[in-house]
Structures are given as structure tokens and as C-alpha cells.
């Protein structure tokens, strides 16, 4: 009886030990993330991918004060002189502030732009590199993968800007610029020439802006053919291509208008104004909370930073505008914001600034201005006036539309020459405050640091308030994790 | 102290009573140890005849003996009594054999005797932690057994286990934990288990002990193994511990109140004189720095006005006095926190049952306010044998874990709501709560002190309060860990046998996060957080045994399947905009900010064997092989084979020692096999893509790319040669050499910066770890009424990397990887001292063409820290650590204490660094070390010119904050009274014992404040410090 039992016992073991499992049952795959196959499987799926980068412009990278690329145009802001820091308490941005942090290779901040570039990048060289066998509508394809090039111009021109002297315009660059990045190596590439840095933005727009025509995008975070030209027409100016300039940038603007002043005043914080081109927007539960542009440049949220340090604006640059001017009805001199209602724990600090609203006091998020309207009305205007090829008078005729709407006592201006061209860069200058153009003007035009005379402390500045034109110090070091891991890099900058 | 130690003899001692036949008298009595405990299955046996039987519970025998017989009593462990029978009772009282090599230790699918060992197996039992006043498991290794390297524990109360690193560090950039298994069940963390329920912990080192666990086991194995019921024994133990918490390390020493303001006032005038552009005269700069040096710290704890504090001299207005209170933020910080610990458990055997139960209740409270852990905890474990040729058991355990975690985590290190941080950093001048301009306490409506929120210099977290945001948020997890384990063994054909084990881990995990509307990153809205993670394991193995005794040769053969599949489960929730009062639940928050979930698989399938043979108890040998499938490779790459073989030899069994009194015991054993690495990355073979932010619309962005040159184990190749000694019946113990290399290290391989990908895997590169481990224990006095023993053990290590991708090295934060260095060989800017002449940093400098380099004392040096030369400076590791135990015994008192000491390496001070800063972070504190800062041309000293501007280059990382790591703790005192027998007798009790004991009661490190330990790469974070445990206890057994 015992050992008939057992053999049964026994064979239903070895049935068990056989056949408990199968190896077919170790296929496991993640729940929070695809496959990098699914991405270019149909053309609606390079959709998600495009997105991503849409999305990634606000994503954080290694630190709160690395919010996308709403923190990179902080830093820009900080490195110029009409971006002023009220208060010492709070450290985020102030070694830029200070200009000390695109000095330091080892620095998170300076690899941080180099970084945050390359990332779109890539994500970008995926849906062009890998997308010619993808079937889908031709059209959208088409339409995607020319939204990719615009961001790998993009990212390759605000790369050089940052991490490369600057371009001479007229001259031959043959400065070391970035690494030209068009497909993954684990090698690494080495650093092209400033002048073909330039040569790929170029073409890699051209291509992008006859690809994009045709596209009607979803909402303001996708590129269309007018962002890629508006980008083209910064490029160029830049590039100090004034006539090309000019007409781009009238072509971008084509068929977007100027904002109100009552919108001018509500905020800049709603992607789907009408003046704005390209901008992103951020919904309730993607919040990047602390590393949100508006954690930083907002009059309203309350964080440390805003609390102990609001923004205020450089009393050389905006005073001389008239007090009809809408965009200096947003600052006030005693730092009070009265319709706004701060807490009583916010620091009241003279000629903050409050262009710039989050949603609310404890929700830090808002709508980034990547590209506006009025920023082609400036290059225009720009490139016009130091252009030989236009006169004086059509420099300011374009400029009038912009400054007109801005302040509707404004005339035509009289200005000639250098006077025209100042004016037209202080219009420049209070229209895009806190949107990071400065210390890329500022390089861009062999222009000194000069933040004496205005509302600066010496103290949070640390006494930083000259810089001469065009010394080492304009160009960010390459950062020592490239230099580390890039065996092509080459050199250091000076 | 013994009584566990034989309980657990007591259950594989296996007598056969035999009819008494001859035709004698009885002769009776008790047969106990020196402790008078009574002896339970103790042998006694007539010299020269068959005739014996065995005591029972009470260690009562009774035999039938002739008057001039002689009585042998015998047990395992103890030295043999032989007795006179002339009397008709007849009482022996057993001594330990302190070399008796009979013990059956724990080991991979089952259990094995010590001496037929051919592995590097540590047994640490319940008796040497029992009456510790720890909470987690993992504290109980340290020290303890050779070939452990253990980072320091958290004060934390609940925090995660203790970092172990068995034998070096087998990986560079994976999981080099070892796997611990719990009753069999792989993978299980330690912190919900009760200690008290713990028997042994089993630490399995080489690959003779561990190649059965496979792809999990290259790290090292540790095997914790429940209590079990005691055959013929029955007893109700209670056990009751209160304790007191305090910090268990000192500060780092920092400036005073009164030396603050002037140091900050000298980095704003030298920057001025020194850095700034344009440069300022020097009355220019003292009057500036006077008017600046407020605005810089922006708060005034003085009766002095803001632009008076520091003189144009640089020095204190001599009319400052401080009228500012609450300035040391440690006070309101810390605190003496309360443990109290009581647990009963009931064991009981029968001859074919055996039963362990308890529960157990345990509240520890940080010394850092409002973190604390309470469990309750319960286990049954009984086995039970309703057939001769059938045995069953089961082991149900739950706990039920609460926890409040103060902001200190290594995830904190940076967080302004960090307490230990706060308390470490904030300068000297900045009070806890807000005052009125003559320094008393602004209070609320209600009476009470309003915490500050006050504007501080940037060093000093301006408009928060460590305090209070400690205080009123929340960071709590409340675990809920349900374990069972069930297994069925069927003997069959004589020789055979077929268990089957099945064990399911389940373990919830729910994680309230809260942030007050008042101070802090949840102001002015109030948020909330909920994260569920589900865990569970189930692990199913078959095994098929077969043992058989051929002439002098023992051989066991094992034969097994096993099924392991892990799932977490994630659900993540984070709402804000705070409703009501004194609730963080997320029904009373309004916006969602965020909300996720997800779910991980990990499923390993397995054939294992194993042989084992030993010819003559002499003469040992044994072999193991498993295969391994796993879910973390491709379908291509995801078998890994592992196997080892090992041997022993006794020597001392051999006729040429057999009579040697100096030798007792001599072995030698030698082992050599592979295990295996799975990596830390459940999906690493996949190319990915992060479902990020989406706006409304999907989106997704490179995550992960597939590894570009494939992707499977790591390998580790490990030998291990030992020899075991007994000598002098004083001293015993192991001298082991070992020499593991880990080949196809996985690598998370930087790729350019530019490419736009952070890194991606790659198996490349080999490293050794060889060292020798020394483990000795000295009886250095036994006497009837004192005994001392002493343990002590060493272990050094070699690692060294051999082989890196093209050669390529691979520079990781402090470190860098290269051929022919160890993987913790700090890569940092060369120091080389200050400047005499103005104080700058000097750095030897890497490219000596530049403009900023100089020659000085024949070294060419540049301050400018992006051209200082890059150079190994050593290693992290030590060259030896261990610990040592003393444990001593008079009459019933015991005194035991436990040192872990660490000689070499070295650590990267990063909190000394940020404490010397130049003055860019005005507000942080400055260690007492800046008083011997460079102040003027001519002064000799290593500490560079404060200067706001010169952060970057004067505190850049560099061998100038590295210190030597040595250190030597004192993890443990207990002292111990045992009722003596005649006493528990009349009280009723079998066992009554008082202690008292203290954990972590001192540190010896180079500096004060830091803890040397806290990591194996030689970084520091704020984490909250090791606490000093001060507790009484009482364990009464009836």
C-alpha cells in the first residue's frame, strides 16, 4: 500500500519539478515607459515622440534651478544687466548672477544648457535618422520630422552661443565651436568650426521651413513653418546677416498680431495668445514645481526665492520710457504690486517687475514665451537699422507697429543712426525682459557688461558690475564631463 | 548565555533508548551545564557496555549500574563526565566544549555539520544580539564575523538595513548587496523583522556556500533562519527592554555667535582688494565690507544697528552684544528619545511536533523630534511529523511597522527642510524663532513662539524653518509585512526524500508625505502625497534528496528546480491646496498635481544540484551547480551557469595528530566555483522610451538605449583557501585567504555629454578583490566561577580593477576607473597649499604653458582650478577592519562588549569643505578651522584668504579635504545578571536574567563630526547620525 502511495506522490513530483515552469514566462517589460521600437513603428507614434520634446522644453534636469529651458533663459537673464536680484537670501541663479558658475567646468550649471541641448538632440536625431521605412500619413511625417530639424537647429544654435566664442559677423569663424551631432555615437564627435556650426543651423532651417509648409499645428507648443523661420531670423541676426534678417523675420510674423495691453498685462502666462509663436504650456499634474519658470520670474508664487528676491528691472534701461508705456505700468517703483495682493511675508523690493504671473500663489506653473511676434518686429527693426541697405526711416517704420501698440502716444521715431539703433535695442530690451535674450544680445554684439549706475546691490552682485566686451569670459567652458567622456572634444576653451 | 546555543544541539541529537537487561540496582540523578541548567537528551552510558539511555527535560536519568560501574554522560558540545556509580544518585555537571565541531550550521537548501563545511560559512547566533538594544536586524553583523564591511546604520528609527559589503566590492556600478533569504524566501529586506524571533544569521562567503543561489549570490549570501520549538522543552519567555536615544556622534566644532560676523566681513573686503573688478582701495573695501557685511547675512542678532556691527577694523563693535536667543538650532532640533521593547513567545516539542510562537511590540523614538517607529510584530512556526516517512511545517509571520522619518535620508542631503543639515550648517547668528528688536520671543495670538521665517544669508535657508517644517510635515511610511512559508517532506525508498518549499512574501508599503500651508515647500497651499508600493515574492522550490551511507562513505546528493517571481506595484499620488486642518489625506487636497502608477516584474527560473561526499569524517568534498534564467537579460542572453567545487581535510583525525595535545582541531579547506550578478536594472537589455510629461497629448523621450555591445551577467570567479584551528583547548580559529574576480563588469558607460545620452550598459572590464580574513577566539581565562573569552577578527582587501573598455578610464564624481586602481580610488585636483604672499588657493597645475600657472618652491602651481592637475589621491578602502568581542563571566554576572574598527583609506569631507567656505554662502556656518585662515602676506597656513568671489577656486574639490579614515567604535556594552538556579527554583522561573546594555556608545574618528563610515565610496551626505541607545532589560522564562 505505503510505496504504491509513494509512487504516486513521487511521479506527481516530478511532474512538478518538470513542469512548474517554462522560460517563455521571462519575458517582462515596463509599465511606465515603451519600447524605443514603438517609437518609430507608425507615424502617429513619432507623434509621441515629437511630443516628448515638446514636453521636455520644461522638463527639470538635475536641479530646481534646471527647469528646461525656462532655466536657461534665467540664466541669460542673470548674466545680463537689466535683470536685477533684489535679495541675497536665496542661491538659486545667483552665481550666474555673479558670473561664476559658466566658469567652473565642474559646475552642474555650466553643463547644464549643454546638456539639456544635446538631450533634444537626440530626440530629435531619432525621428530623423530612423523614420525612412515608418509608414503613416506622408504629410504628417513629413510635418514631424521638420518640427525635428527645427529642434536640432535649435539646440546646436543655442549650444554655440553659449560654449563657443562668439560669431564675428562678416568674418570667417574658425574658432572651435560644438560638436555637429547627427546620429548616437558612443565615440563622440569633435567640435566643428563656429562657421559650420552655423552652416548646419542653416541648412537644417531651410530644410525644416519647406518640410513644415503646409502644417497646421495642434496649439502653440508645436513648431509650425513660422517658428522655423523665426528662429532663422535670430540665426541670422546673430550671424549679423541684417537684409536676410529683416525679410525672415517678416515672414515669420506673418499672420500673428500684436497683443492688447490688457492682455500685455495679464500675466504672459496663456500659450494661446495671439502674439505668442511658439511657447509651452504645462497642465495641473505635470508640474515641475520648483523648477518651473515661474518659481523663479513669477511676482505671485510664493517661494523663497520670489519671497526674498523678486525680479526687478534696471532703473537705467525702463525709467526713460514714458509712463504711458504699458510695459512700464508692470513695474513698480515701490515694489508694492497693490492689485496683486501679496502676502505680507513677500519682500517689497523697488522696481520689481510683474509681467510675469504663475497660476497662483502656491502653484508655481506657467505658460513659457519661447517666440513672439513682437521679437520679429524688433529683428526686423534691428537688422533694418543696421543694415546700409536700408535707411533710417525704414528702420523705424518698423519698429512703429510694436511700439506703437505698446504705448499708443508713441510717434514715429526721428532718431537717426546710433540714436535709432539704441532705441531700438532698448525697446528690445524692456519687451523681452525675463524672456533670455540678454546676455546672448549683449555676446552676440561685442557689447561690455555694464550694470553701474542702476539698481544693482553690490552685495548680491558680489560686486560684479563690469565685464568687458568680447574676453574669455563670454564663452561657457565645455563642461569636464564632456571633456571627460568625449575622447574627440578636443581642447578646452580659454 | 549557553542555554540557546544546546537548545539548538538538542534538536540533532538523536539518542536510542535501549532496554536495560542486566541485573542491577538503579542509580539515579540530574545532569546539568555550569550554569546548573538541566540538560535535556544528554547521553549516559555504563563504560565498557551497550547499556545507557538519555535525561529528559529536567535532565533526569535513571539507569540500572553495578556499584563499581563507571558512568560516561556525554552531550554534544560538552566535554564527556565520567562518573563513579557507587552512589545511587549520581549528578554530573557538563562543561562546553568550546571545539566541538559538531554544530550544524545553516546552508544554501538545507543544513550541514561545521565540520564537513568545504565553504567560508559565519554563524552568528541569536545569544550574541539578544539582549542588543537594536531594531534592525543588519546591526547585528557588524563586527561579528570576518569579511564584513558595514557603512554606518542611521539613527533613523526604521530606516532601511544596514549597508553590507562581504569579501570587497564585487561590482563597480551594480547592486553589491548581498541577497539575504529569510526562511528560504530570497530578496527579503530585514527592517519588519523582530529580532527576537531570529535564531541565526548565516553569513555565506565563498562560492562553495553561495554557488547555489546563482545569478544572486556573487555578493555574498546571508541566510536568517526563525526560531524553532525545542524538542523536550516547554517554556513562556518574556522580554522586556526600555532605552533611551541620544545622538551617537559628536558635531563638527564651529564658530561662536561673536567670531561670525567679522569672518564674513573679511571675505566681502578681501574680495573687494583682491578679486573684484575694479579693484578697491583697502580703506574703500573696510568701509564697504563694513556697509556690506549686513545685507550679505541679512540678519542682525546684535543691539548693535546694522551698519555697526563689524568696524572698519574688521573686528566686532566692541558695544555688540548678543540679544538674540535660540541660536544654536540643534537644541530645537534634537532631543532624548524613548525605546521600550517587550515581546513573550511560548516554544514547545513534542516527539512529532514542535511549535515557536510570539509577538512582539517595539516603539523607538529618534533623538531627532518626531521620527519614531512602533511595530508590532507576530510569528508562529511549528513543524510537525504525522507520519514516520511524512514531515510538514509552517512559519506565518506578520508586523505592522509605523514610522515617521525626519527629513535625513540620503535622498535629503541637500534639503532645506533637512534637520541635521540646518543644525549642521546654519550659522551661528540666526535665531529658531522670531524675536522683537530686543531679542524676546514674538508670540501668536495664542500665546505660543512663532517659528522664524526670517530673510538669512543664502547659506541659511532664508524664509524657513528646519524646525518647524520637521515638526509639522510628515514623511511617514506605514509598512504592512505578511510572510508564510509552508514545505512538505516525503521520505521514500530508504534513501530518498522530496521536499517541496513554497514561501510568499507579501509587504505593503504606504508612504504618507505631507507638507504644512505654513513654512516650507507646502506653503501657502498645503500638499499631500500617498504612495502604495505593493511587494511580493513568491518562491517556489522542489528538491529531491538522496543521502546514503556506503562503508565509510557519507553521500548526499541534491537535485532541485525553483520558481522566483517578484512584482512591485507603484501607485503614486500628489495632491495640493490643503483644505481643512490637521488632515493630509488627499480628499482634502484640491489640485492634482501628480498621479502615476506602474508595475515591475522580476522572475528567475532555475535547476540546481548539489553533491556532497565525505570518506571517514576525515575527508570532505562537495559540488554544486545551478543554471539560472532571468528576466533581466534578452532572451539570448539570459542563462548563466554557475558551479563550485570544495574540500576538506581534518587533519587532526589523522593518525600523526591524533595525539597531539597542543593541536585539537585542524582542518584545511580550499574551495573554488562562479556566481553570478543579475545587476540592479530589471529591464536593461530594452531600448526605452519615459512617458513624461505629456500636456494633454502622449509623449515620450529617450530614456534608454540598448546596450550598443549587449548585455548579460556579471561574473565572479571566486577561490577561497582556509585553515581552521583548535589549539591548546584556549584557542581557536580560521586564517582564509580568498581571491574573487568579478569578469563582464557591468558598466554604466558615460557616453559624450553632446550625444545626448546619459550612459548605457555595457559588460566590460574584470576586478579582483583578494584579501585574508582572520577570525580568533582566546579563552584567556575559565575558571569554575570566571571565564573571559575574547573573539577578535581582521580582513583586508585588494580590489583593483583589471581590465576597462579600450583601456579607457571612466572618471565617476571622485572617482576614477581605470586599470590598475581600485574602484574607489579618488580622481581629484592636486592641492597644493595657499599662497604666502595673498592667500590664494594653489593647485599643481595641469597644463604649466597657461598664463595663470607660476612656479613656487619648484612646483609649478596656478589658482585657477580649471587648470589644476587631476591625480589619484587613495583609495576609500581600508587596508583592515574588523571587530573584537569580549565577553567575560563571574559567577552569573557576563559583561560582553563589541568594538567594529576600520585602519586606512580615506574619506572626501565635503561637509568640512562647505563649513570652510570663502563667504559666497553668507549664513553657513564656518568650522573653527577658518580661525587659521591666511589674513595677511607672510602667514604660512593651509587655510586660503576668505573672499566672496573666490568660492569656485578656493574650495574646489581637491585632496585638500580628504582625511584619513580610520576609526574605531564602540558598537556595544552589555552587562548581564543571571538569576542563579536556586533562586529562579523558588520564584517558580526557569530562567531569570537583568541587563543592561549599550549601543554605539563611541566613536574615535580624525575629526570630530564626521562619521567615516557613513559610506564605502568615502563621500558624506547629512543623514542622520547614529544614535546611542542606553537601555535596561529584563528576560524571564518560565
Not at chain 2, 593541536?663 to 550578478?677: E, Q, V
Amino acid at each position: 500500500m505505503k510505496i504504491k502511495f509513494y509512487h504516486i506522490v513521487m511521479t506527481l513530483s516530478l511532474v512538478v519539478l518538470l513542469f512548474t515552469s517554462c522560460n517563455d514566462d521571462l519575458d517582462t517589460f515596463p509599465t511606465d515607459q515603451i519600447s524605443d521600437q514603438t517609437v518609430t513603428e507608425s507615424v502617429s507614434n513619432m507623434m509621441i515622440a515629437l511630443n516628448g520634446i515638446h514636453r521636455f522644453m520644461y522638463r527639470r534636469l538635475d536641479s530646481q534651478g534646471q527647469g528646461g529651458y525656462g532655466g536657461i533663459m534665467l540664466i541669460n537673464e542673470a548674466m545680463g544687466e537689466d535683470y536685477v536680484f533684489t535679495g541675497n537670501s536665496n542661491r538659486w541663479y545667483r552665481s550666474e548672477y555673479r558670473w561664476i558658475s559658466h566658469r567652473n567646468a565642474t559646475s552642474s550649471v555650466n553643463r547644464y544648457p549643454y546638456k539639456f541641448f544635446s538631450i533634444i538632440n537626440v530626440n530629435a536625431n531619432v525621428l530623423i535618422n530612423e523614420t525612412q521605412d515608418t509608414p503613416g500619413d506622408p504629410d504628417l511625417k513629413r510635418h514631424i520630422i521638420g518640427q525635428a530639424k527645427v529642434y536640432r537647429a535649435f539646440a546646436h544654435f543655442n549650444m554655440v552661443q553659449l560654449y563657443a566664442s562668439r560669431y564675428i559677423p562678416g568674418a570667417f569663424n574658425s574658432q572651435p565651436g560644438i560638436p555637429i551631432v547627427e546620429s548616437f555615437s558612443t565615440s563622440g564627435y569633435p567640435r566643428a568650426t563656429v562657421e559650420e556650426v552655423y552652416d548646419f543651423i542653416n541648412a537644417e532651417l531651410d530644410e525644416a521651413i519647406e518640410m513644415l509648409d503646409g502644417y497646421n499645428r495642434a496649439n502653440n507648443s508645436h513648431i509650425n513653418k513660422s517658428v522655423a523661420l523665426g528662429l532663422k531670423a535670430r540665426v541670422l541676426l546673430t550671424q549679423g546677416r541684417w537684409n536676410e534678417a529683416a525679410s525672415t523675420a517678416i515672414e515669420a510674423r506673418s499672420g500673428f498680431s500684436l497683443m492688447s495691453n490688457d492682455e500685455y498685462k495679464s500675466g504672459f502666462n496663456d500659450y494661446s495668445n495671439e502674439e505668442w509663436m511658439w511657447g509651452c504650456t504645462i497642465v495641473d499634474d505635470q508640474t515641475a514645481f520648483f523648477a518651473n519658470f515661474g518659481a523663479y520670474i513669477s511676482r505671485n508664487f510664493n517661494s523663497t526665492n520670489i519671497r526674498t528676491n523678486p525680479k526687478a528691472v534696471n532703473v537705467l534701461m525702463y525709467q526713460p520710457f514714458p509712463d504711458s508705456d504699458v510695459r512700464k505700468q508692470l513695474i513698480d517703483p515701490t515694489g508694492e504690486h497693490v492689485d496683486l495682493n501679496l502676502p505680507s511675508n513677500f519682500n517689497r523690493r523697488p522696481h520689481t517687475s510683474q509681467k510675469f504671473l504663475a497660476v497662483n500663489t502656491s502653484d508655481s506653473r506657467m505658460d513659457v514665451p519661447y517666440m513672439r511676434a513682437a521679437e520679429m518686429y524688433l529683428i526686423e527693426a534691428e537688422a533694418k537699422a543696421r543694415s546700409t541697405s536700408f535707411s533710417d526711416n525704414d528702420a523705424a517704420q518698423a519698429l512703429l507697429p510694436l511700439a506703437q501698440n505698446r504705448d499708443m502716444n508713441y510717434v514715429l521715431s526721428s532718431n537717426t543712426g546710433n540714436d535709432l539703433v539704441e532705441e531700438i535695442m532698448n525697446q528690445r530690451r524692456l519687451e523681452l525682459w525675463g524672456e533670455g535674450f540678454r546676455f546672448l544680445d549683449l555676446k552676440r554684439l561685442n557689447l561690455p557688461l555694464d550694470r553701474t549706475g542702476a539698481n544693482h546691490s553690490a552685495s548680491v552682485s558680489s560686486n560684479v558690475f563690469e565685464k568687458a566686451a568680447g574676453t574669455n569670459e563670454w564663452t561657457w567652458l565645455i563642461p569636464q564631463d564632456e571633456l571627460n567622456s568625449n575622447p574627440l572634444i578636443g581642447e578646452q576653451n580659454p | 548565555m549557553s542555554k540557546n546555543k544546546l537548545s539548538l544541539l538538542i534538536v540533532m541529537l538523536i539518542t536510542s533508548c535501549q532496554c536495560l537487561l542486566a541485573q542491577t540496582r538503579q542509580v539515579n540523578g540530574i545532569v546539568t551545564d555550569t550554569n546548573g541548567d538541566p540538560l535535556a537528551g544528554a547521553t549516559v552510558q555504563v563504560e565498557g557496555t551497550s547499556t545507557g539511555t538519555a535525561t529528559n527535560a529536567d535532565g533526569a536519568f535513571s539507569i540500572q549500574a553495578e556499584p563499581s560501574d563507571i558512568l560516561v554522560f556525554s552531550f554534544v558540545g560538552m566535554k564527556t563526565v565520567k562518573v563513579n556509580a557507587s552512589s545511587s544518585v549520581v549528578n554530573a555537571v557538563l562543561e562546553l566544549d568550546s571545539y566541538a565541531f559538531e554544530e550544524v550550521v545553516v546552508v544554501a537548501y538545507g543544513t550541514q555539520r561545521e565540520e564537513a563545511l568545504t565553504g567560508a560559512v559565519n554563524t552568528i547566533k541569536a545569544e550574541e544580539f539578544s539582549s542588543r538594544p537594536f531594531t534592525n536586524v543588519s546591526n547585528a553583523l557588524e563586527g561579528s564575523s570576518p569579511g564584513l564591511q558595514m557603512s554606518s546604520a542611521t539613527g533613523q528609527p526604521g530606516a532601511s538595513d544596514q549597508s553590507v559589503r562581504i569579501r570587497g566590492f564585487s561590482s563597480v556600478t551594480q547592486n553589491s548587496e548581498p541577497l539575504y533569504v529569510v526562511d528560504g524566501i530570497p530578496g527579503v529586506s530585514l527592517n519588519t523583522i523582530n529580532m527576537m524571533d531570529v535564531e541565526t544569521i548565516t553569513v555565506l562567503k565563498d562560492a562553495s556556500a553561495t554557488a547555489l543561489y546563482g545569478s544572486r549570490a556573487t555578493n555574498g549570501v546571508i541566510l536568517i533562519t526563525t526560531k524553532t520549538g525545542k524538542k523536550g522543552k516547554k517554556s513562556f519567555t518574556v522580554n522586556a527592554n526600555t532605552g533611551f536615544v541620544q545622538r551617537g556622534i559628536q558635531e563638527y566644532e564651529r564658530v561662536g555667535v561673536n567670531e561670525y560676523y567679522p569672518i564674513q566681513w573679511e571675505s566681502i573686503r578681501n574680495s573687494l582688494i583682491y578679486s573684484a573688478n575694479p579693484i578697491q582701495t583697502i580703506e574703500e573695501a573696510n568701509q564697504n565690507a563694513t556697509n556690506q557685511v549686513f545685507g550679505t547675512l541679512e540678519y542682525n542678532p546684535f543691539n548693535v544697528p546694522n551698519n555697526q556691527i563689524v568696524g572698519t577694523d574688521g573686528l566686532l563693535n566692541p558695544n555688540a552684544e548678543v540679544i538674540a536667543r535660540d541660536l544654536d538650532w540643534r537644541d530645537a532640533i534634537e532631543r532624548t528619545g524613548l525605546r521600550q521593547q517587550f515581546d513573550i513567545s511560548y516554544v514547545e516539542g513534542f516527539d512529532q511536533s514542535d511549535l515557536y510562537t510570539s509577538f512582539g511590540y517595539l516603539k523607538e523614538e529618534g533623538y531627532v523630534s518626531n521620527s519614531f517607529l512602533e511595530r508590532f510584530s507576530a510569528r508562529t512556526n511549528m513543524n510537525f511529523s504525522p507520519k514516520s516517512w511524512f514531515k510538514s511545517g509552517f512559519n506565518l509571520s506578520g508586523s505592522l511597522t509605523d514610522s515617521n522619518f525626519a527629513s535625513a535620508q540620503s535622498s535629503n542631503n541637500n534639503s532645506i527642510n533637512n534637520p541635521i543639515r540646518a543644525g549642521r550648517f546654519f550659522g551661528p547668528i540666526y535665531p529658531v524663532y522670531k524675536l522683537d528688536e530686543n531679542g524676546n520671543y514674538q508670540l501668536s495670538s495664542t500665546g505660543e513662539r512663532i517659528f522664524s521665517d526670517d530673510n538669512r544669508g543664502p547659506g541659511a535657508s532664508s524664509g524657513r524653518n528646519a524646525v518647524a517644517e520637521n515638526l509639522w510635515n510628515k514623511d511617514g511610511d506605514r509598512i504592512m509585512n505578511i510572510s508564510g512559508r509552508t514545505y512538505g517532506t516525503i521520505s521514500f525508498l530508504k534513501d530518498f526524500s522530496f521536499t517541496t518549499n513554497v514561501g510568499l512574501d507579501y509587504r505593503n508599503i504606504n508612504n504618507t508625505s505631507y507638507d504644512n500651508p505654513l513654512i516650507g515647500d507646502g506653503a501657502p497651499g498645503g500638499r499631500a502625497g500617498r504612495t502604495i508600493t505593493n511587494s511580493s515574492r513568491f518562491n517556489i522550490n522542489n528538491l529531491l534528496t538522496y543521502e546514503k551511507e556506503i562503508k565509510e562513505i557519507n553521500l548526499t546528493a541534491l537535485v532541485g528546480h525553483e520558481y522566483y517571481h517578484r512584482n512591485l506595484t507603484v501607485v503614486d499620488g500628489f495632491k495640493n491646496g490643503q483644505v481643512a486642518d490637521d488632515n493630509n489625506n488627499l480628499s482634502n487636497f484640491v489640485n492634482i498635481s501628480r498621479l502615476i502608477g506602474y508595475e515591475d516584474n522580476h522572475k528567475i527560473n532555475s535547476y540546481l544540484s548539489r553533491l556532497n561526499l565525505d570518506y571517514q569524517d576525515k575527508y570532505f568534498f562537495s559540488t554544486s551547480a545551478r543554471l539560472d534564467y532571468s528576466s533581466k537579460f534578452s532572451p539570448q542572453e539570459r542563462d548563466g551557469f554557475f558551479w563550485s567545487i570544495g574540500s576538506g581535510w581534518v587533519i587532526s583525525k589523522e593518525d600523526f595528530l591524533s595525539d597531539n595535545n597542543t593541536i585539537d582541531f585542524l582542518k584545511l579547506r580550499a574551495s573554488m566555483g562562479t556566481t553570478g550578478n543579475d545587476g540592479s536594472e530589471f529591464y536593461g537589455w530594452q531600448g526605452l522610451y519615459d512617458l513624461n510629461f505629456n500636456a494633454d497629448e502622449p509623449g515620450a523621450t529617450i530614456s534608454t538605449i540598448p546596450p550598443p555591445f549587449g548585455y548579460t551577467w556579471e561574473t565572479n570567479f571566486q577561490k577561497d583557501i582556509a585553515i581552521e584551528f583548535a589549539l591548546l583547548n584556549r584557542i581557536n580559529g580560521t586564517i582564509e585567504y580568498y581571491n574573487r574576480k568579478t569578469e563582464d563588469l557591468i558598466f554604466e558607460v558615460p557616453a559624450p555629454v553632446s550625444s545626448g545620452i546619459p550612459e548605457y550598459l555595457q559588460n566590460i572590464g574584470d576586478m579582483y578583490n583578494r584579501g585574508f580574513e582572520l577570525d580568533l577566539g582566546v579563552e584567556v581565562m575559565k575558571k569554575a566561577n570566571l571565564s573571559w573569552n575574547v573573539n577578535m577578527n581582521a580582513t583586508t582587501v585588494k580590489n583593483e580593477i583589471t581590465r576597462m573598455p579600450d583601456g579607457n578610464p571612466i572618471i565617476n564624481g571622485t572617482k576614477r576607473w581605470a586599470e590598475g586602481q581600485s574602484r574607489y580610488e579618488f580622481w581629484m585636483r592636486s592641492w597644493y597649499g595657499v599662497n604666502p604672499d595673498n592667500g590664494d588657493a594653489l593647485y599643481n597645475a595641469d597644463d604649466v604653458t597657461s598664463s595663470d600657472v607660476f612656479e613656487l618652491n619648484g612646483e609649478m602651481v596656478t589658482t585657477n582650478q580649471n587648470n589644476a592637475r587631476f591625480e589619484y589621491q587613495g583609495t576609500s578602502i581600508p587596508d583592515v577592519y574588523g571587530g573584537l568581542r569580549n565577553n567575560v563571566n563571574y559567577k552569573n554576572f557576563s559583561l560582553d562588549f563589541l568594538l567594529a574598527y576600520s585602519i586606512g583609506g580615506k574619506v572626501f569631507d565635503r561637509h568640512y569643505r562647505d563649513l570652510m567656505h570663502t563667504g559666497n554662502s553668507g549664513g553657513r556656518a564656518w568650522h573653527k578651522d577658518i580661525l587659521n585662515r591666511w589674513q595677511e602676506p607672510g602667514d604660512i597656513t593651509d587655510v586660503p584668504r576668505l573672499d566672496v568671489l573666490q568660492e569656485p577656486s578656493f574650495t574646489a574639490t581637491s585632496s585638500r579635504f580628504l582625511v584619513d579614515a580610520s576609526y574605531m567604535s564602540i558598537r556595544n556594552v552589555t552587562l548581564g545578571y543571571d538569576l542563579p538556579s536556586s533562586l529562579t527554583d523558588k520564584i517558580g522561573v526557569s530562567n531569570f536574567r537583568g541587563f543592561m546594555s549599550g549601543e554605539n556608545l563611541g566613536l574615535f574618528s580624525e575629526r570630530q563630526g564626521l562619521d567615516p563610515q557613513q559610506g564605502f565610496a568615502g563621500t558624506v551626505a547629512n543623514i542622520y547620525p547614529v544614535a546611542s541607545v542606553y537601555s535596561l532589560g529584563l528576560n524571564v522564562s518560565f
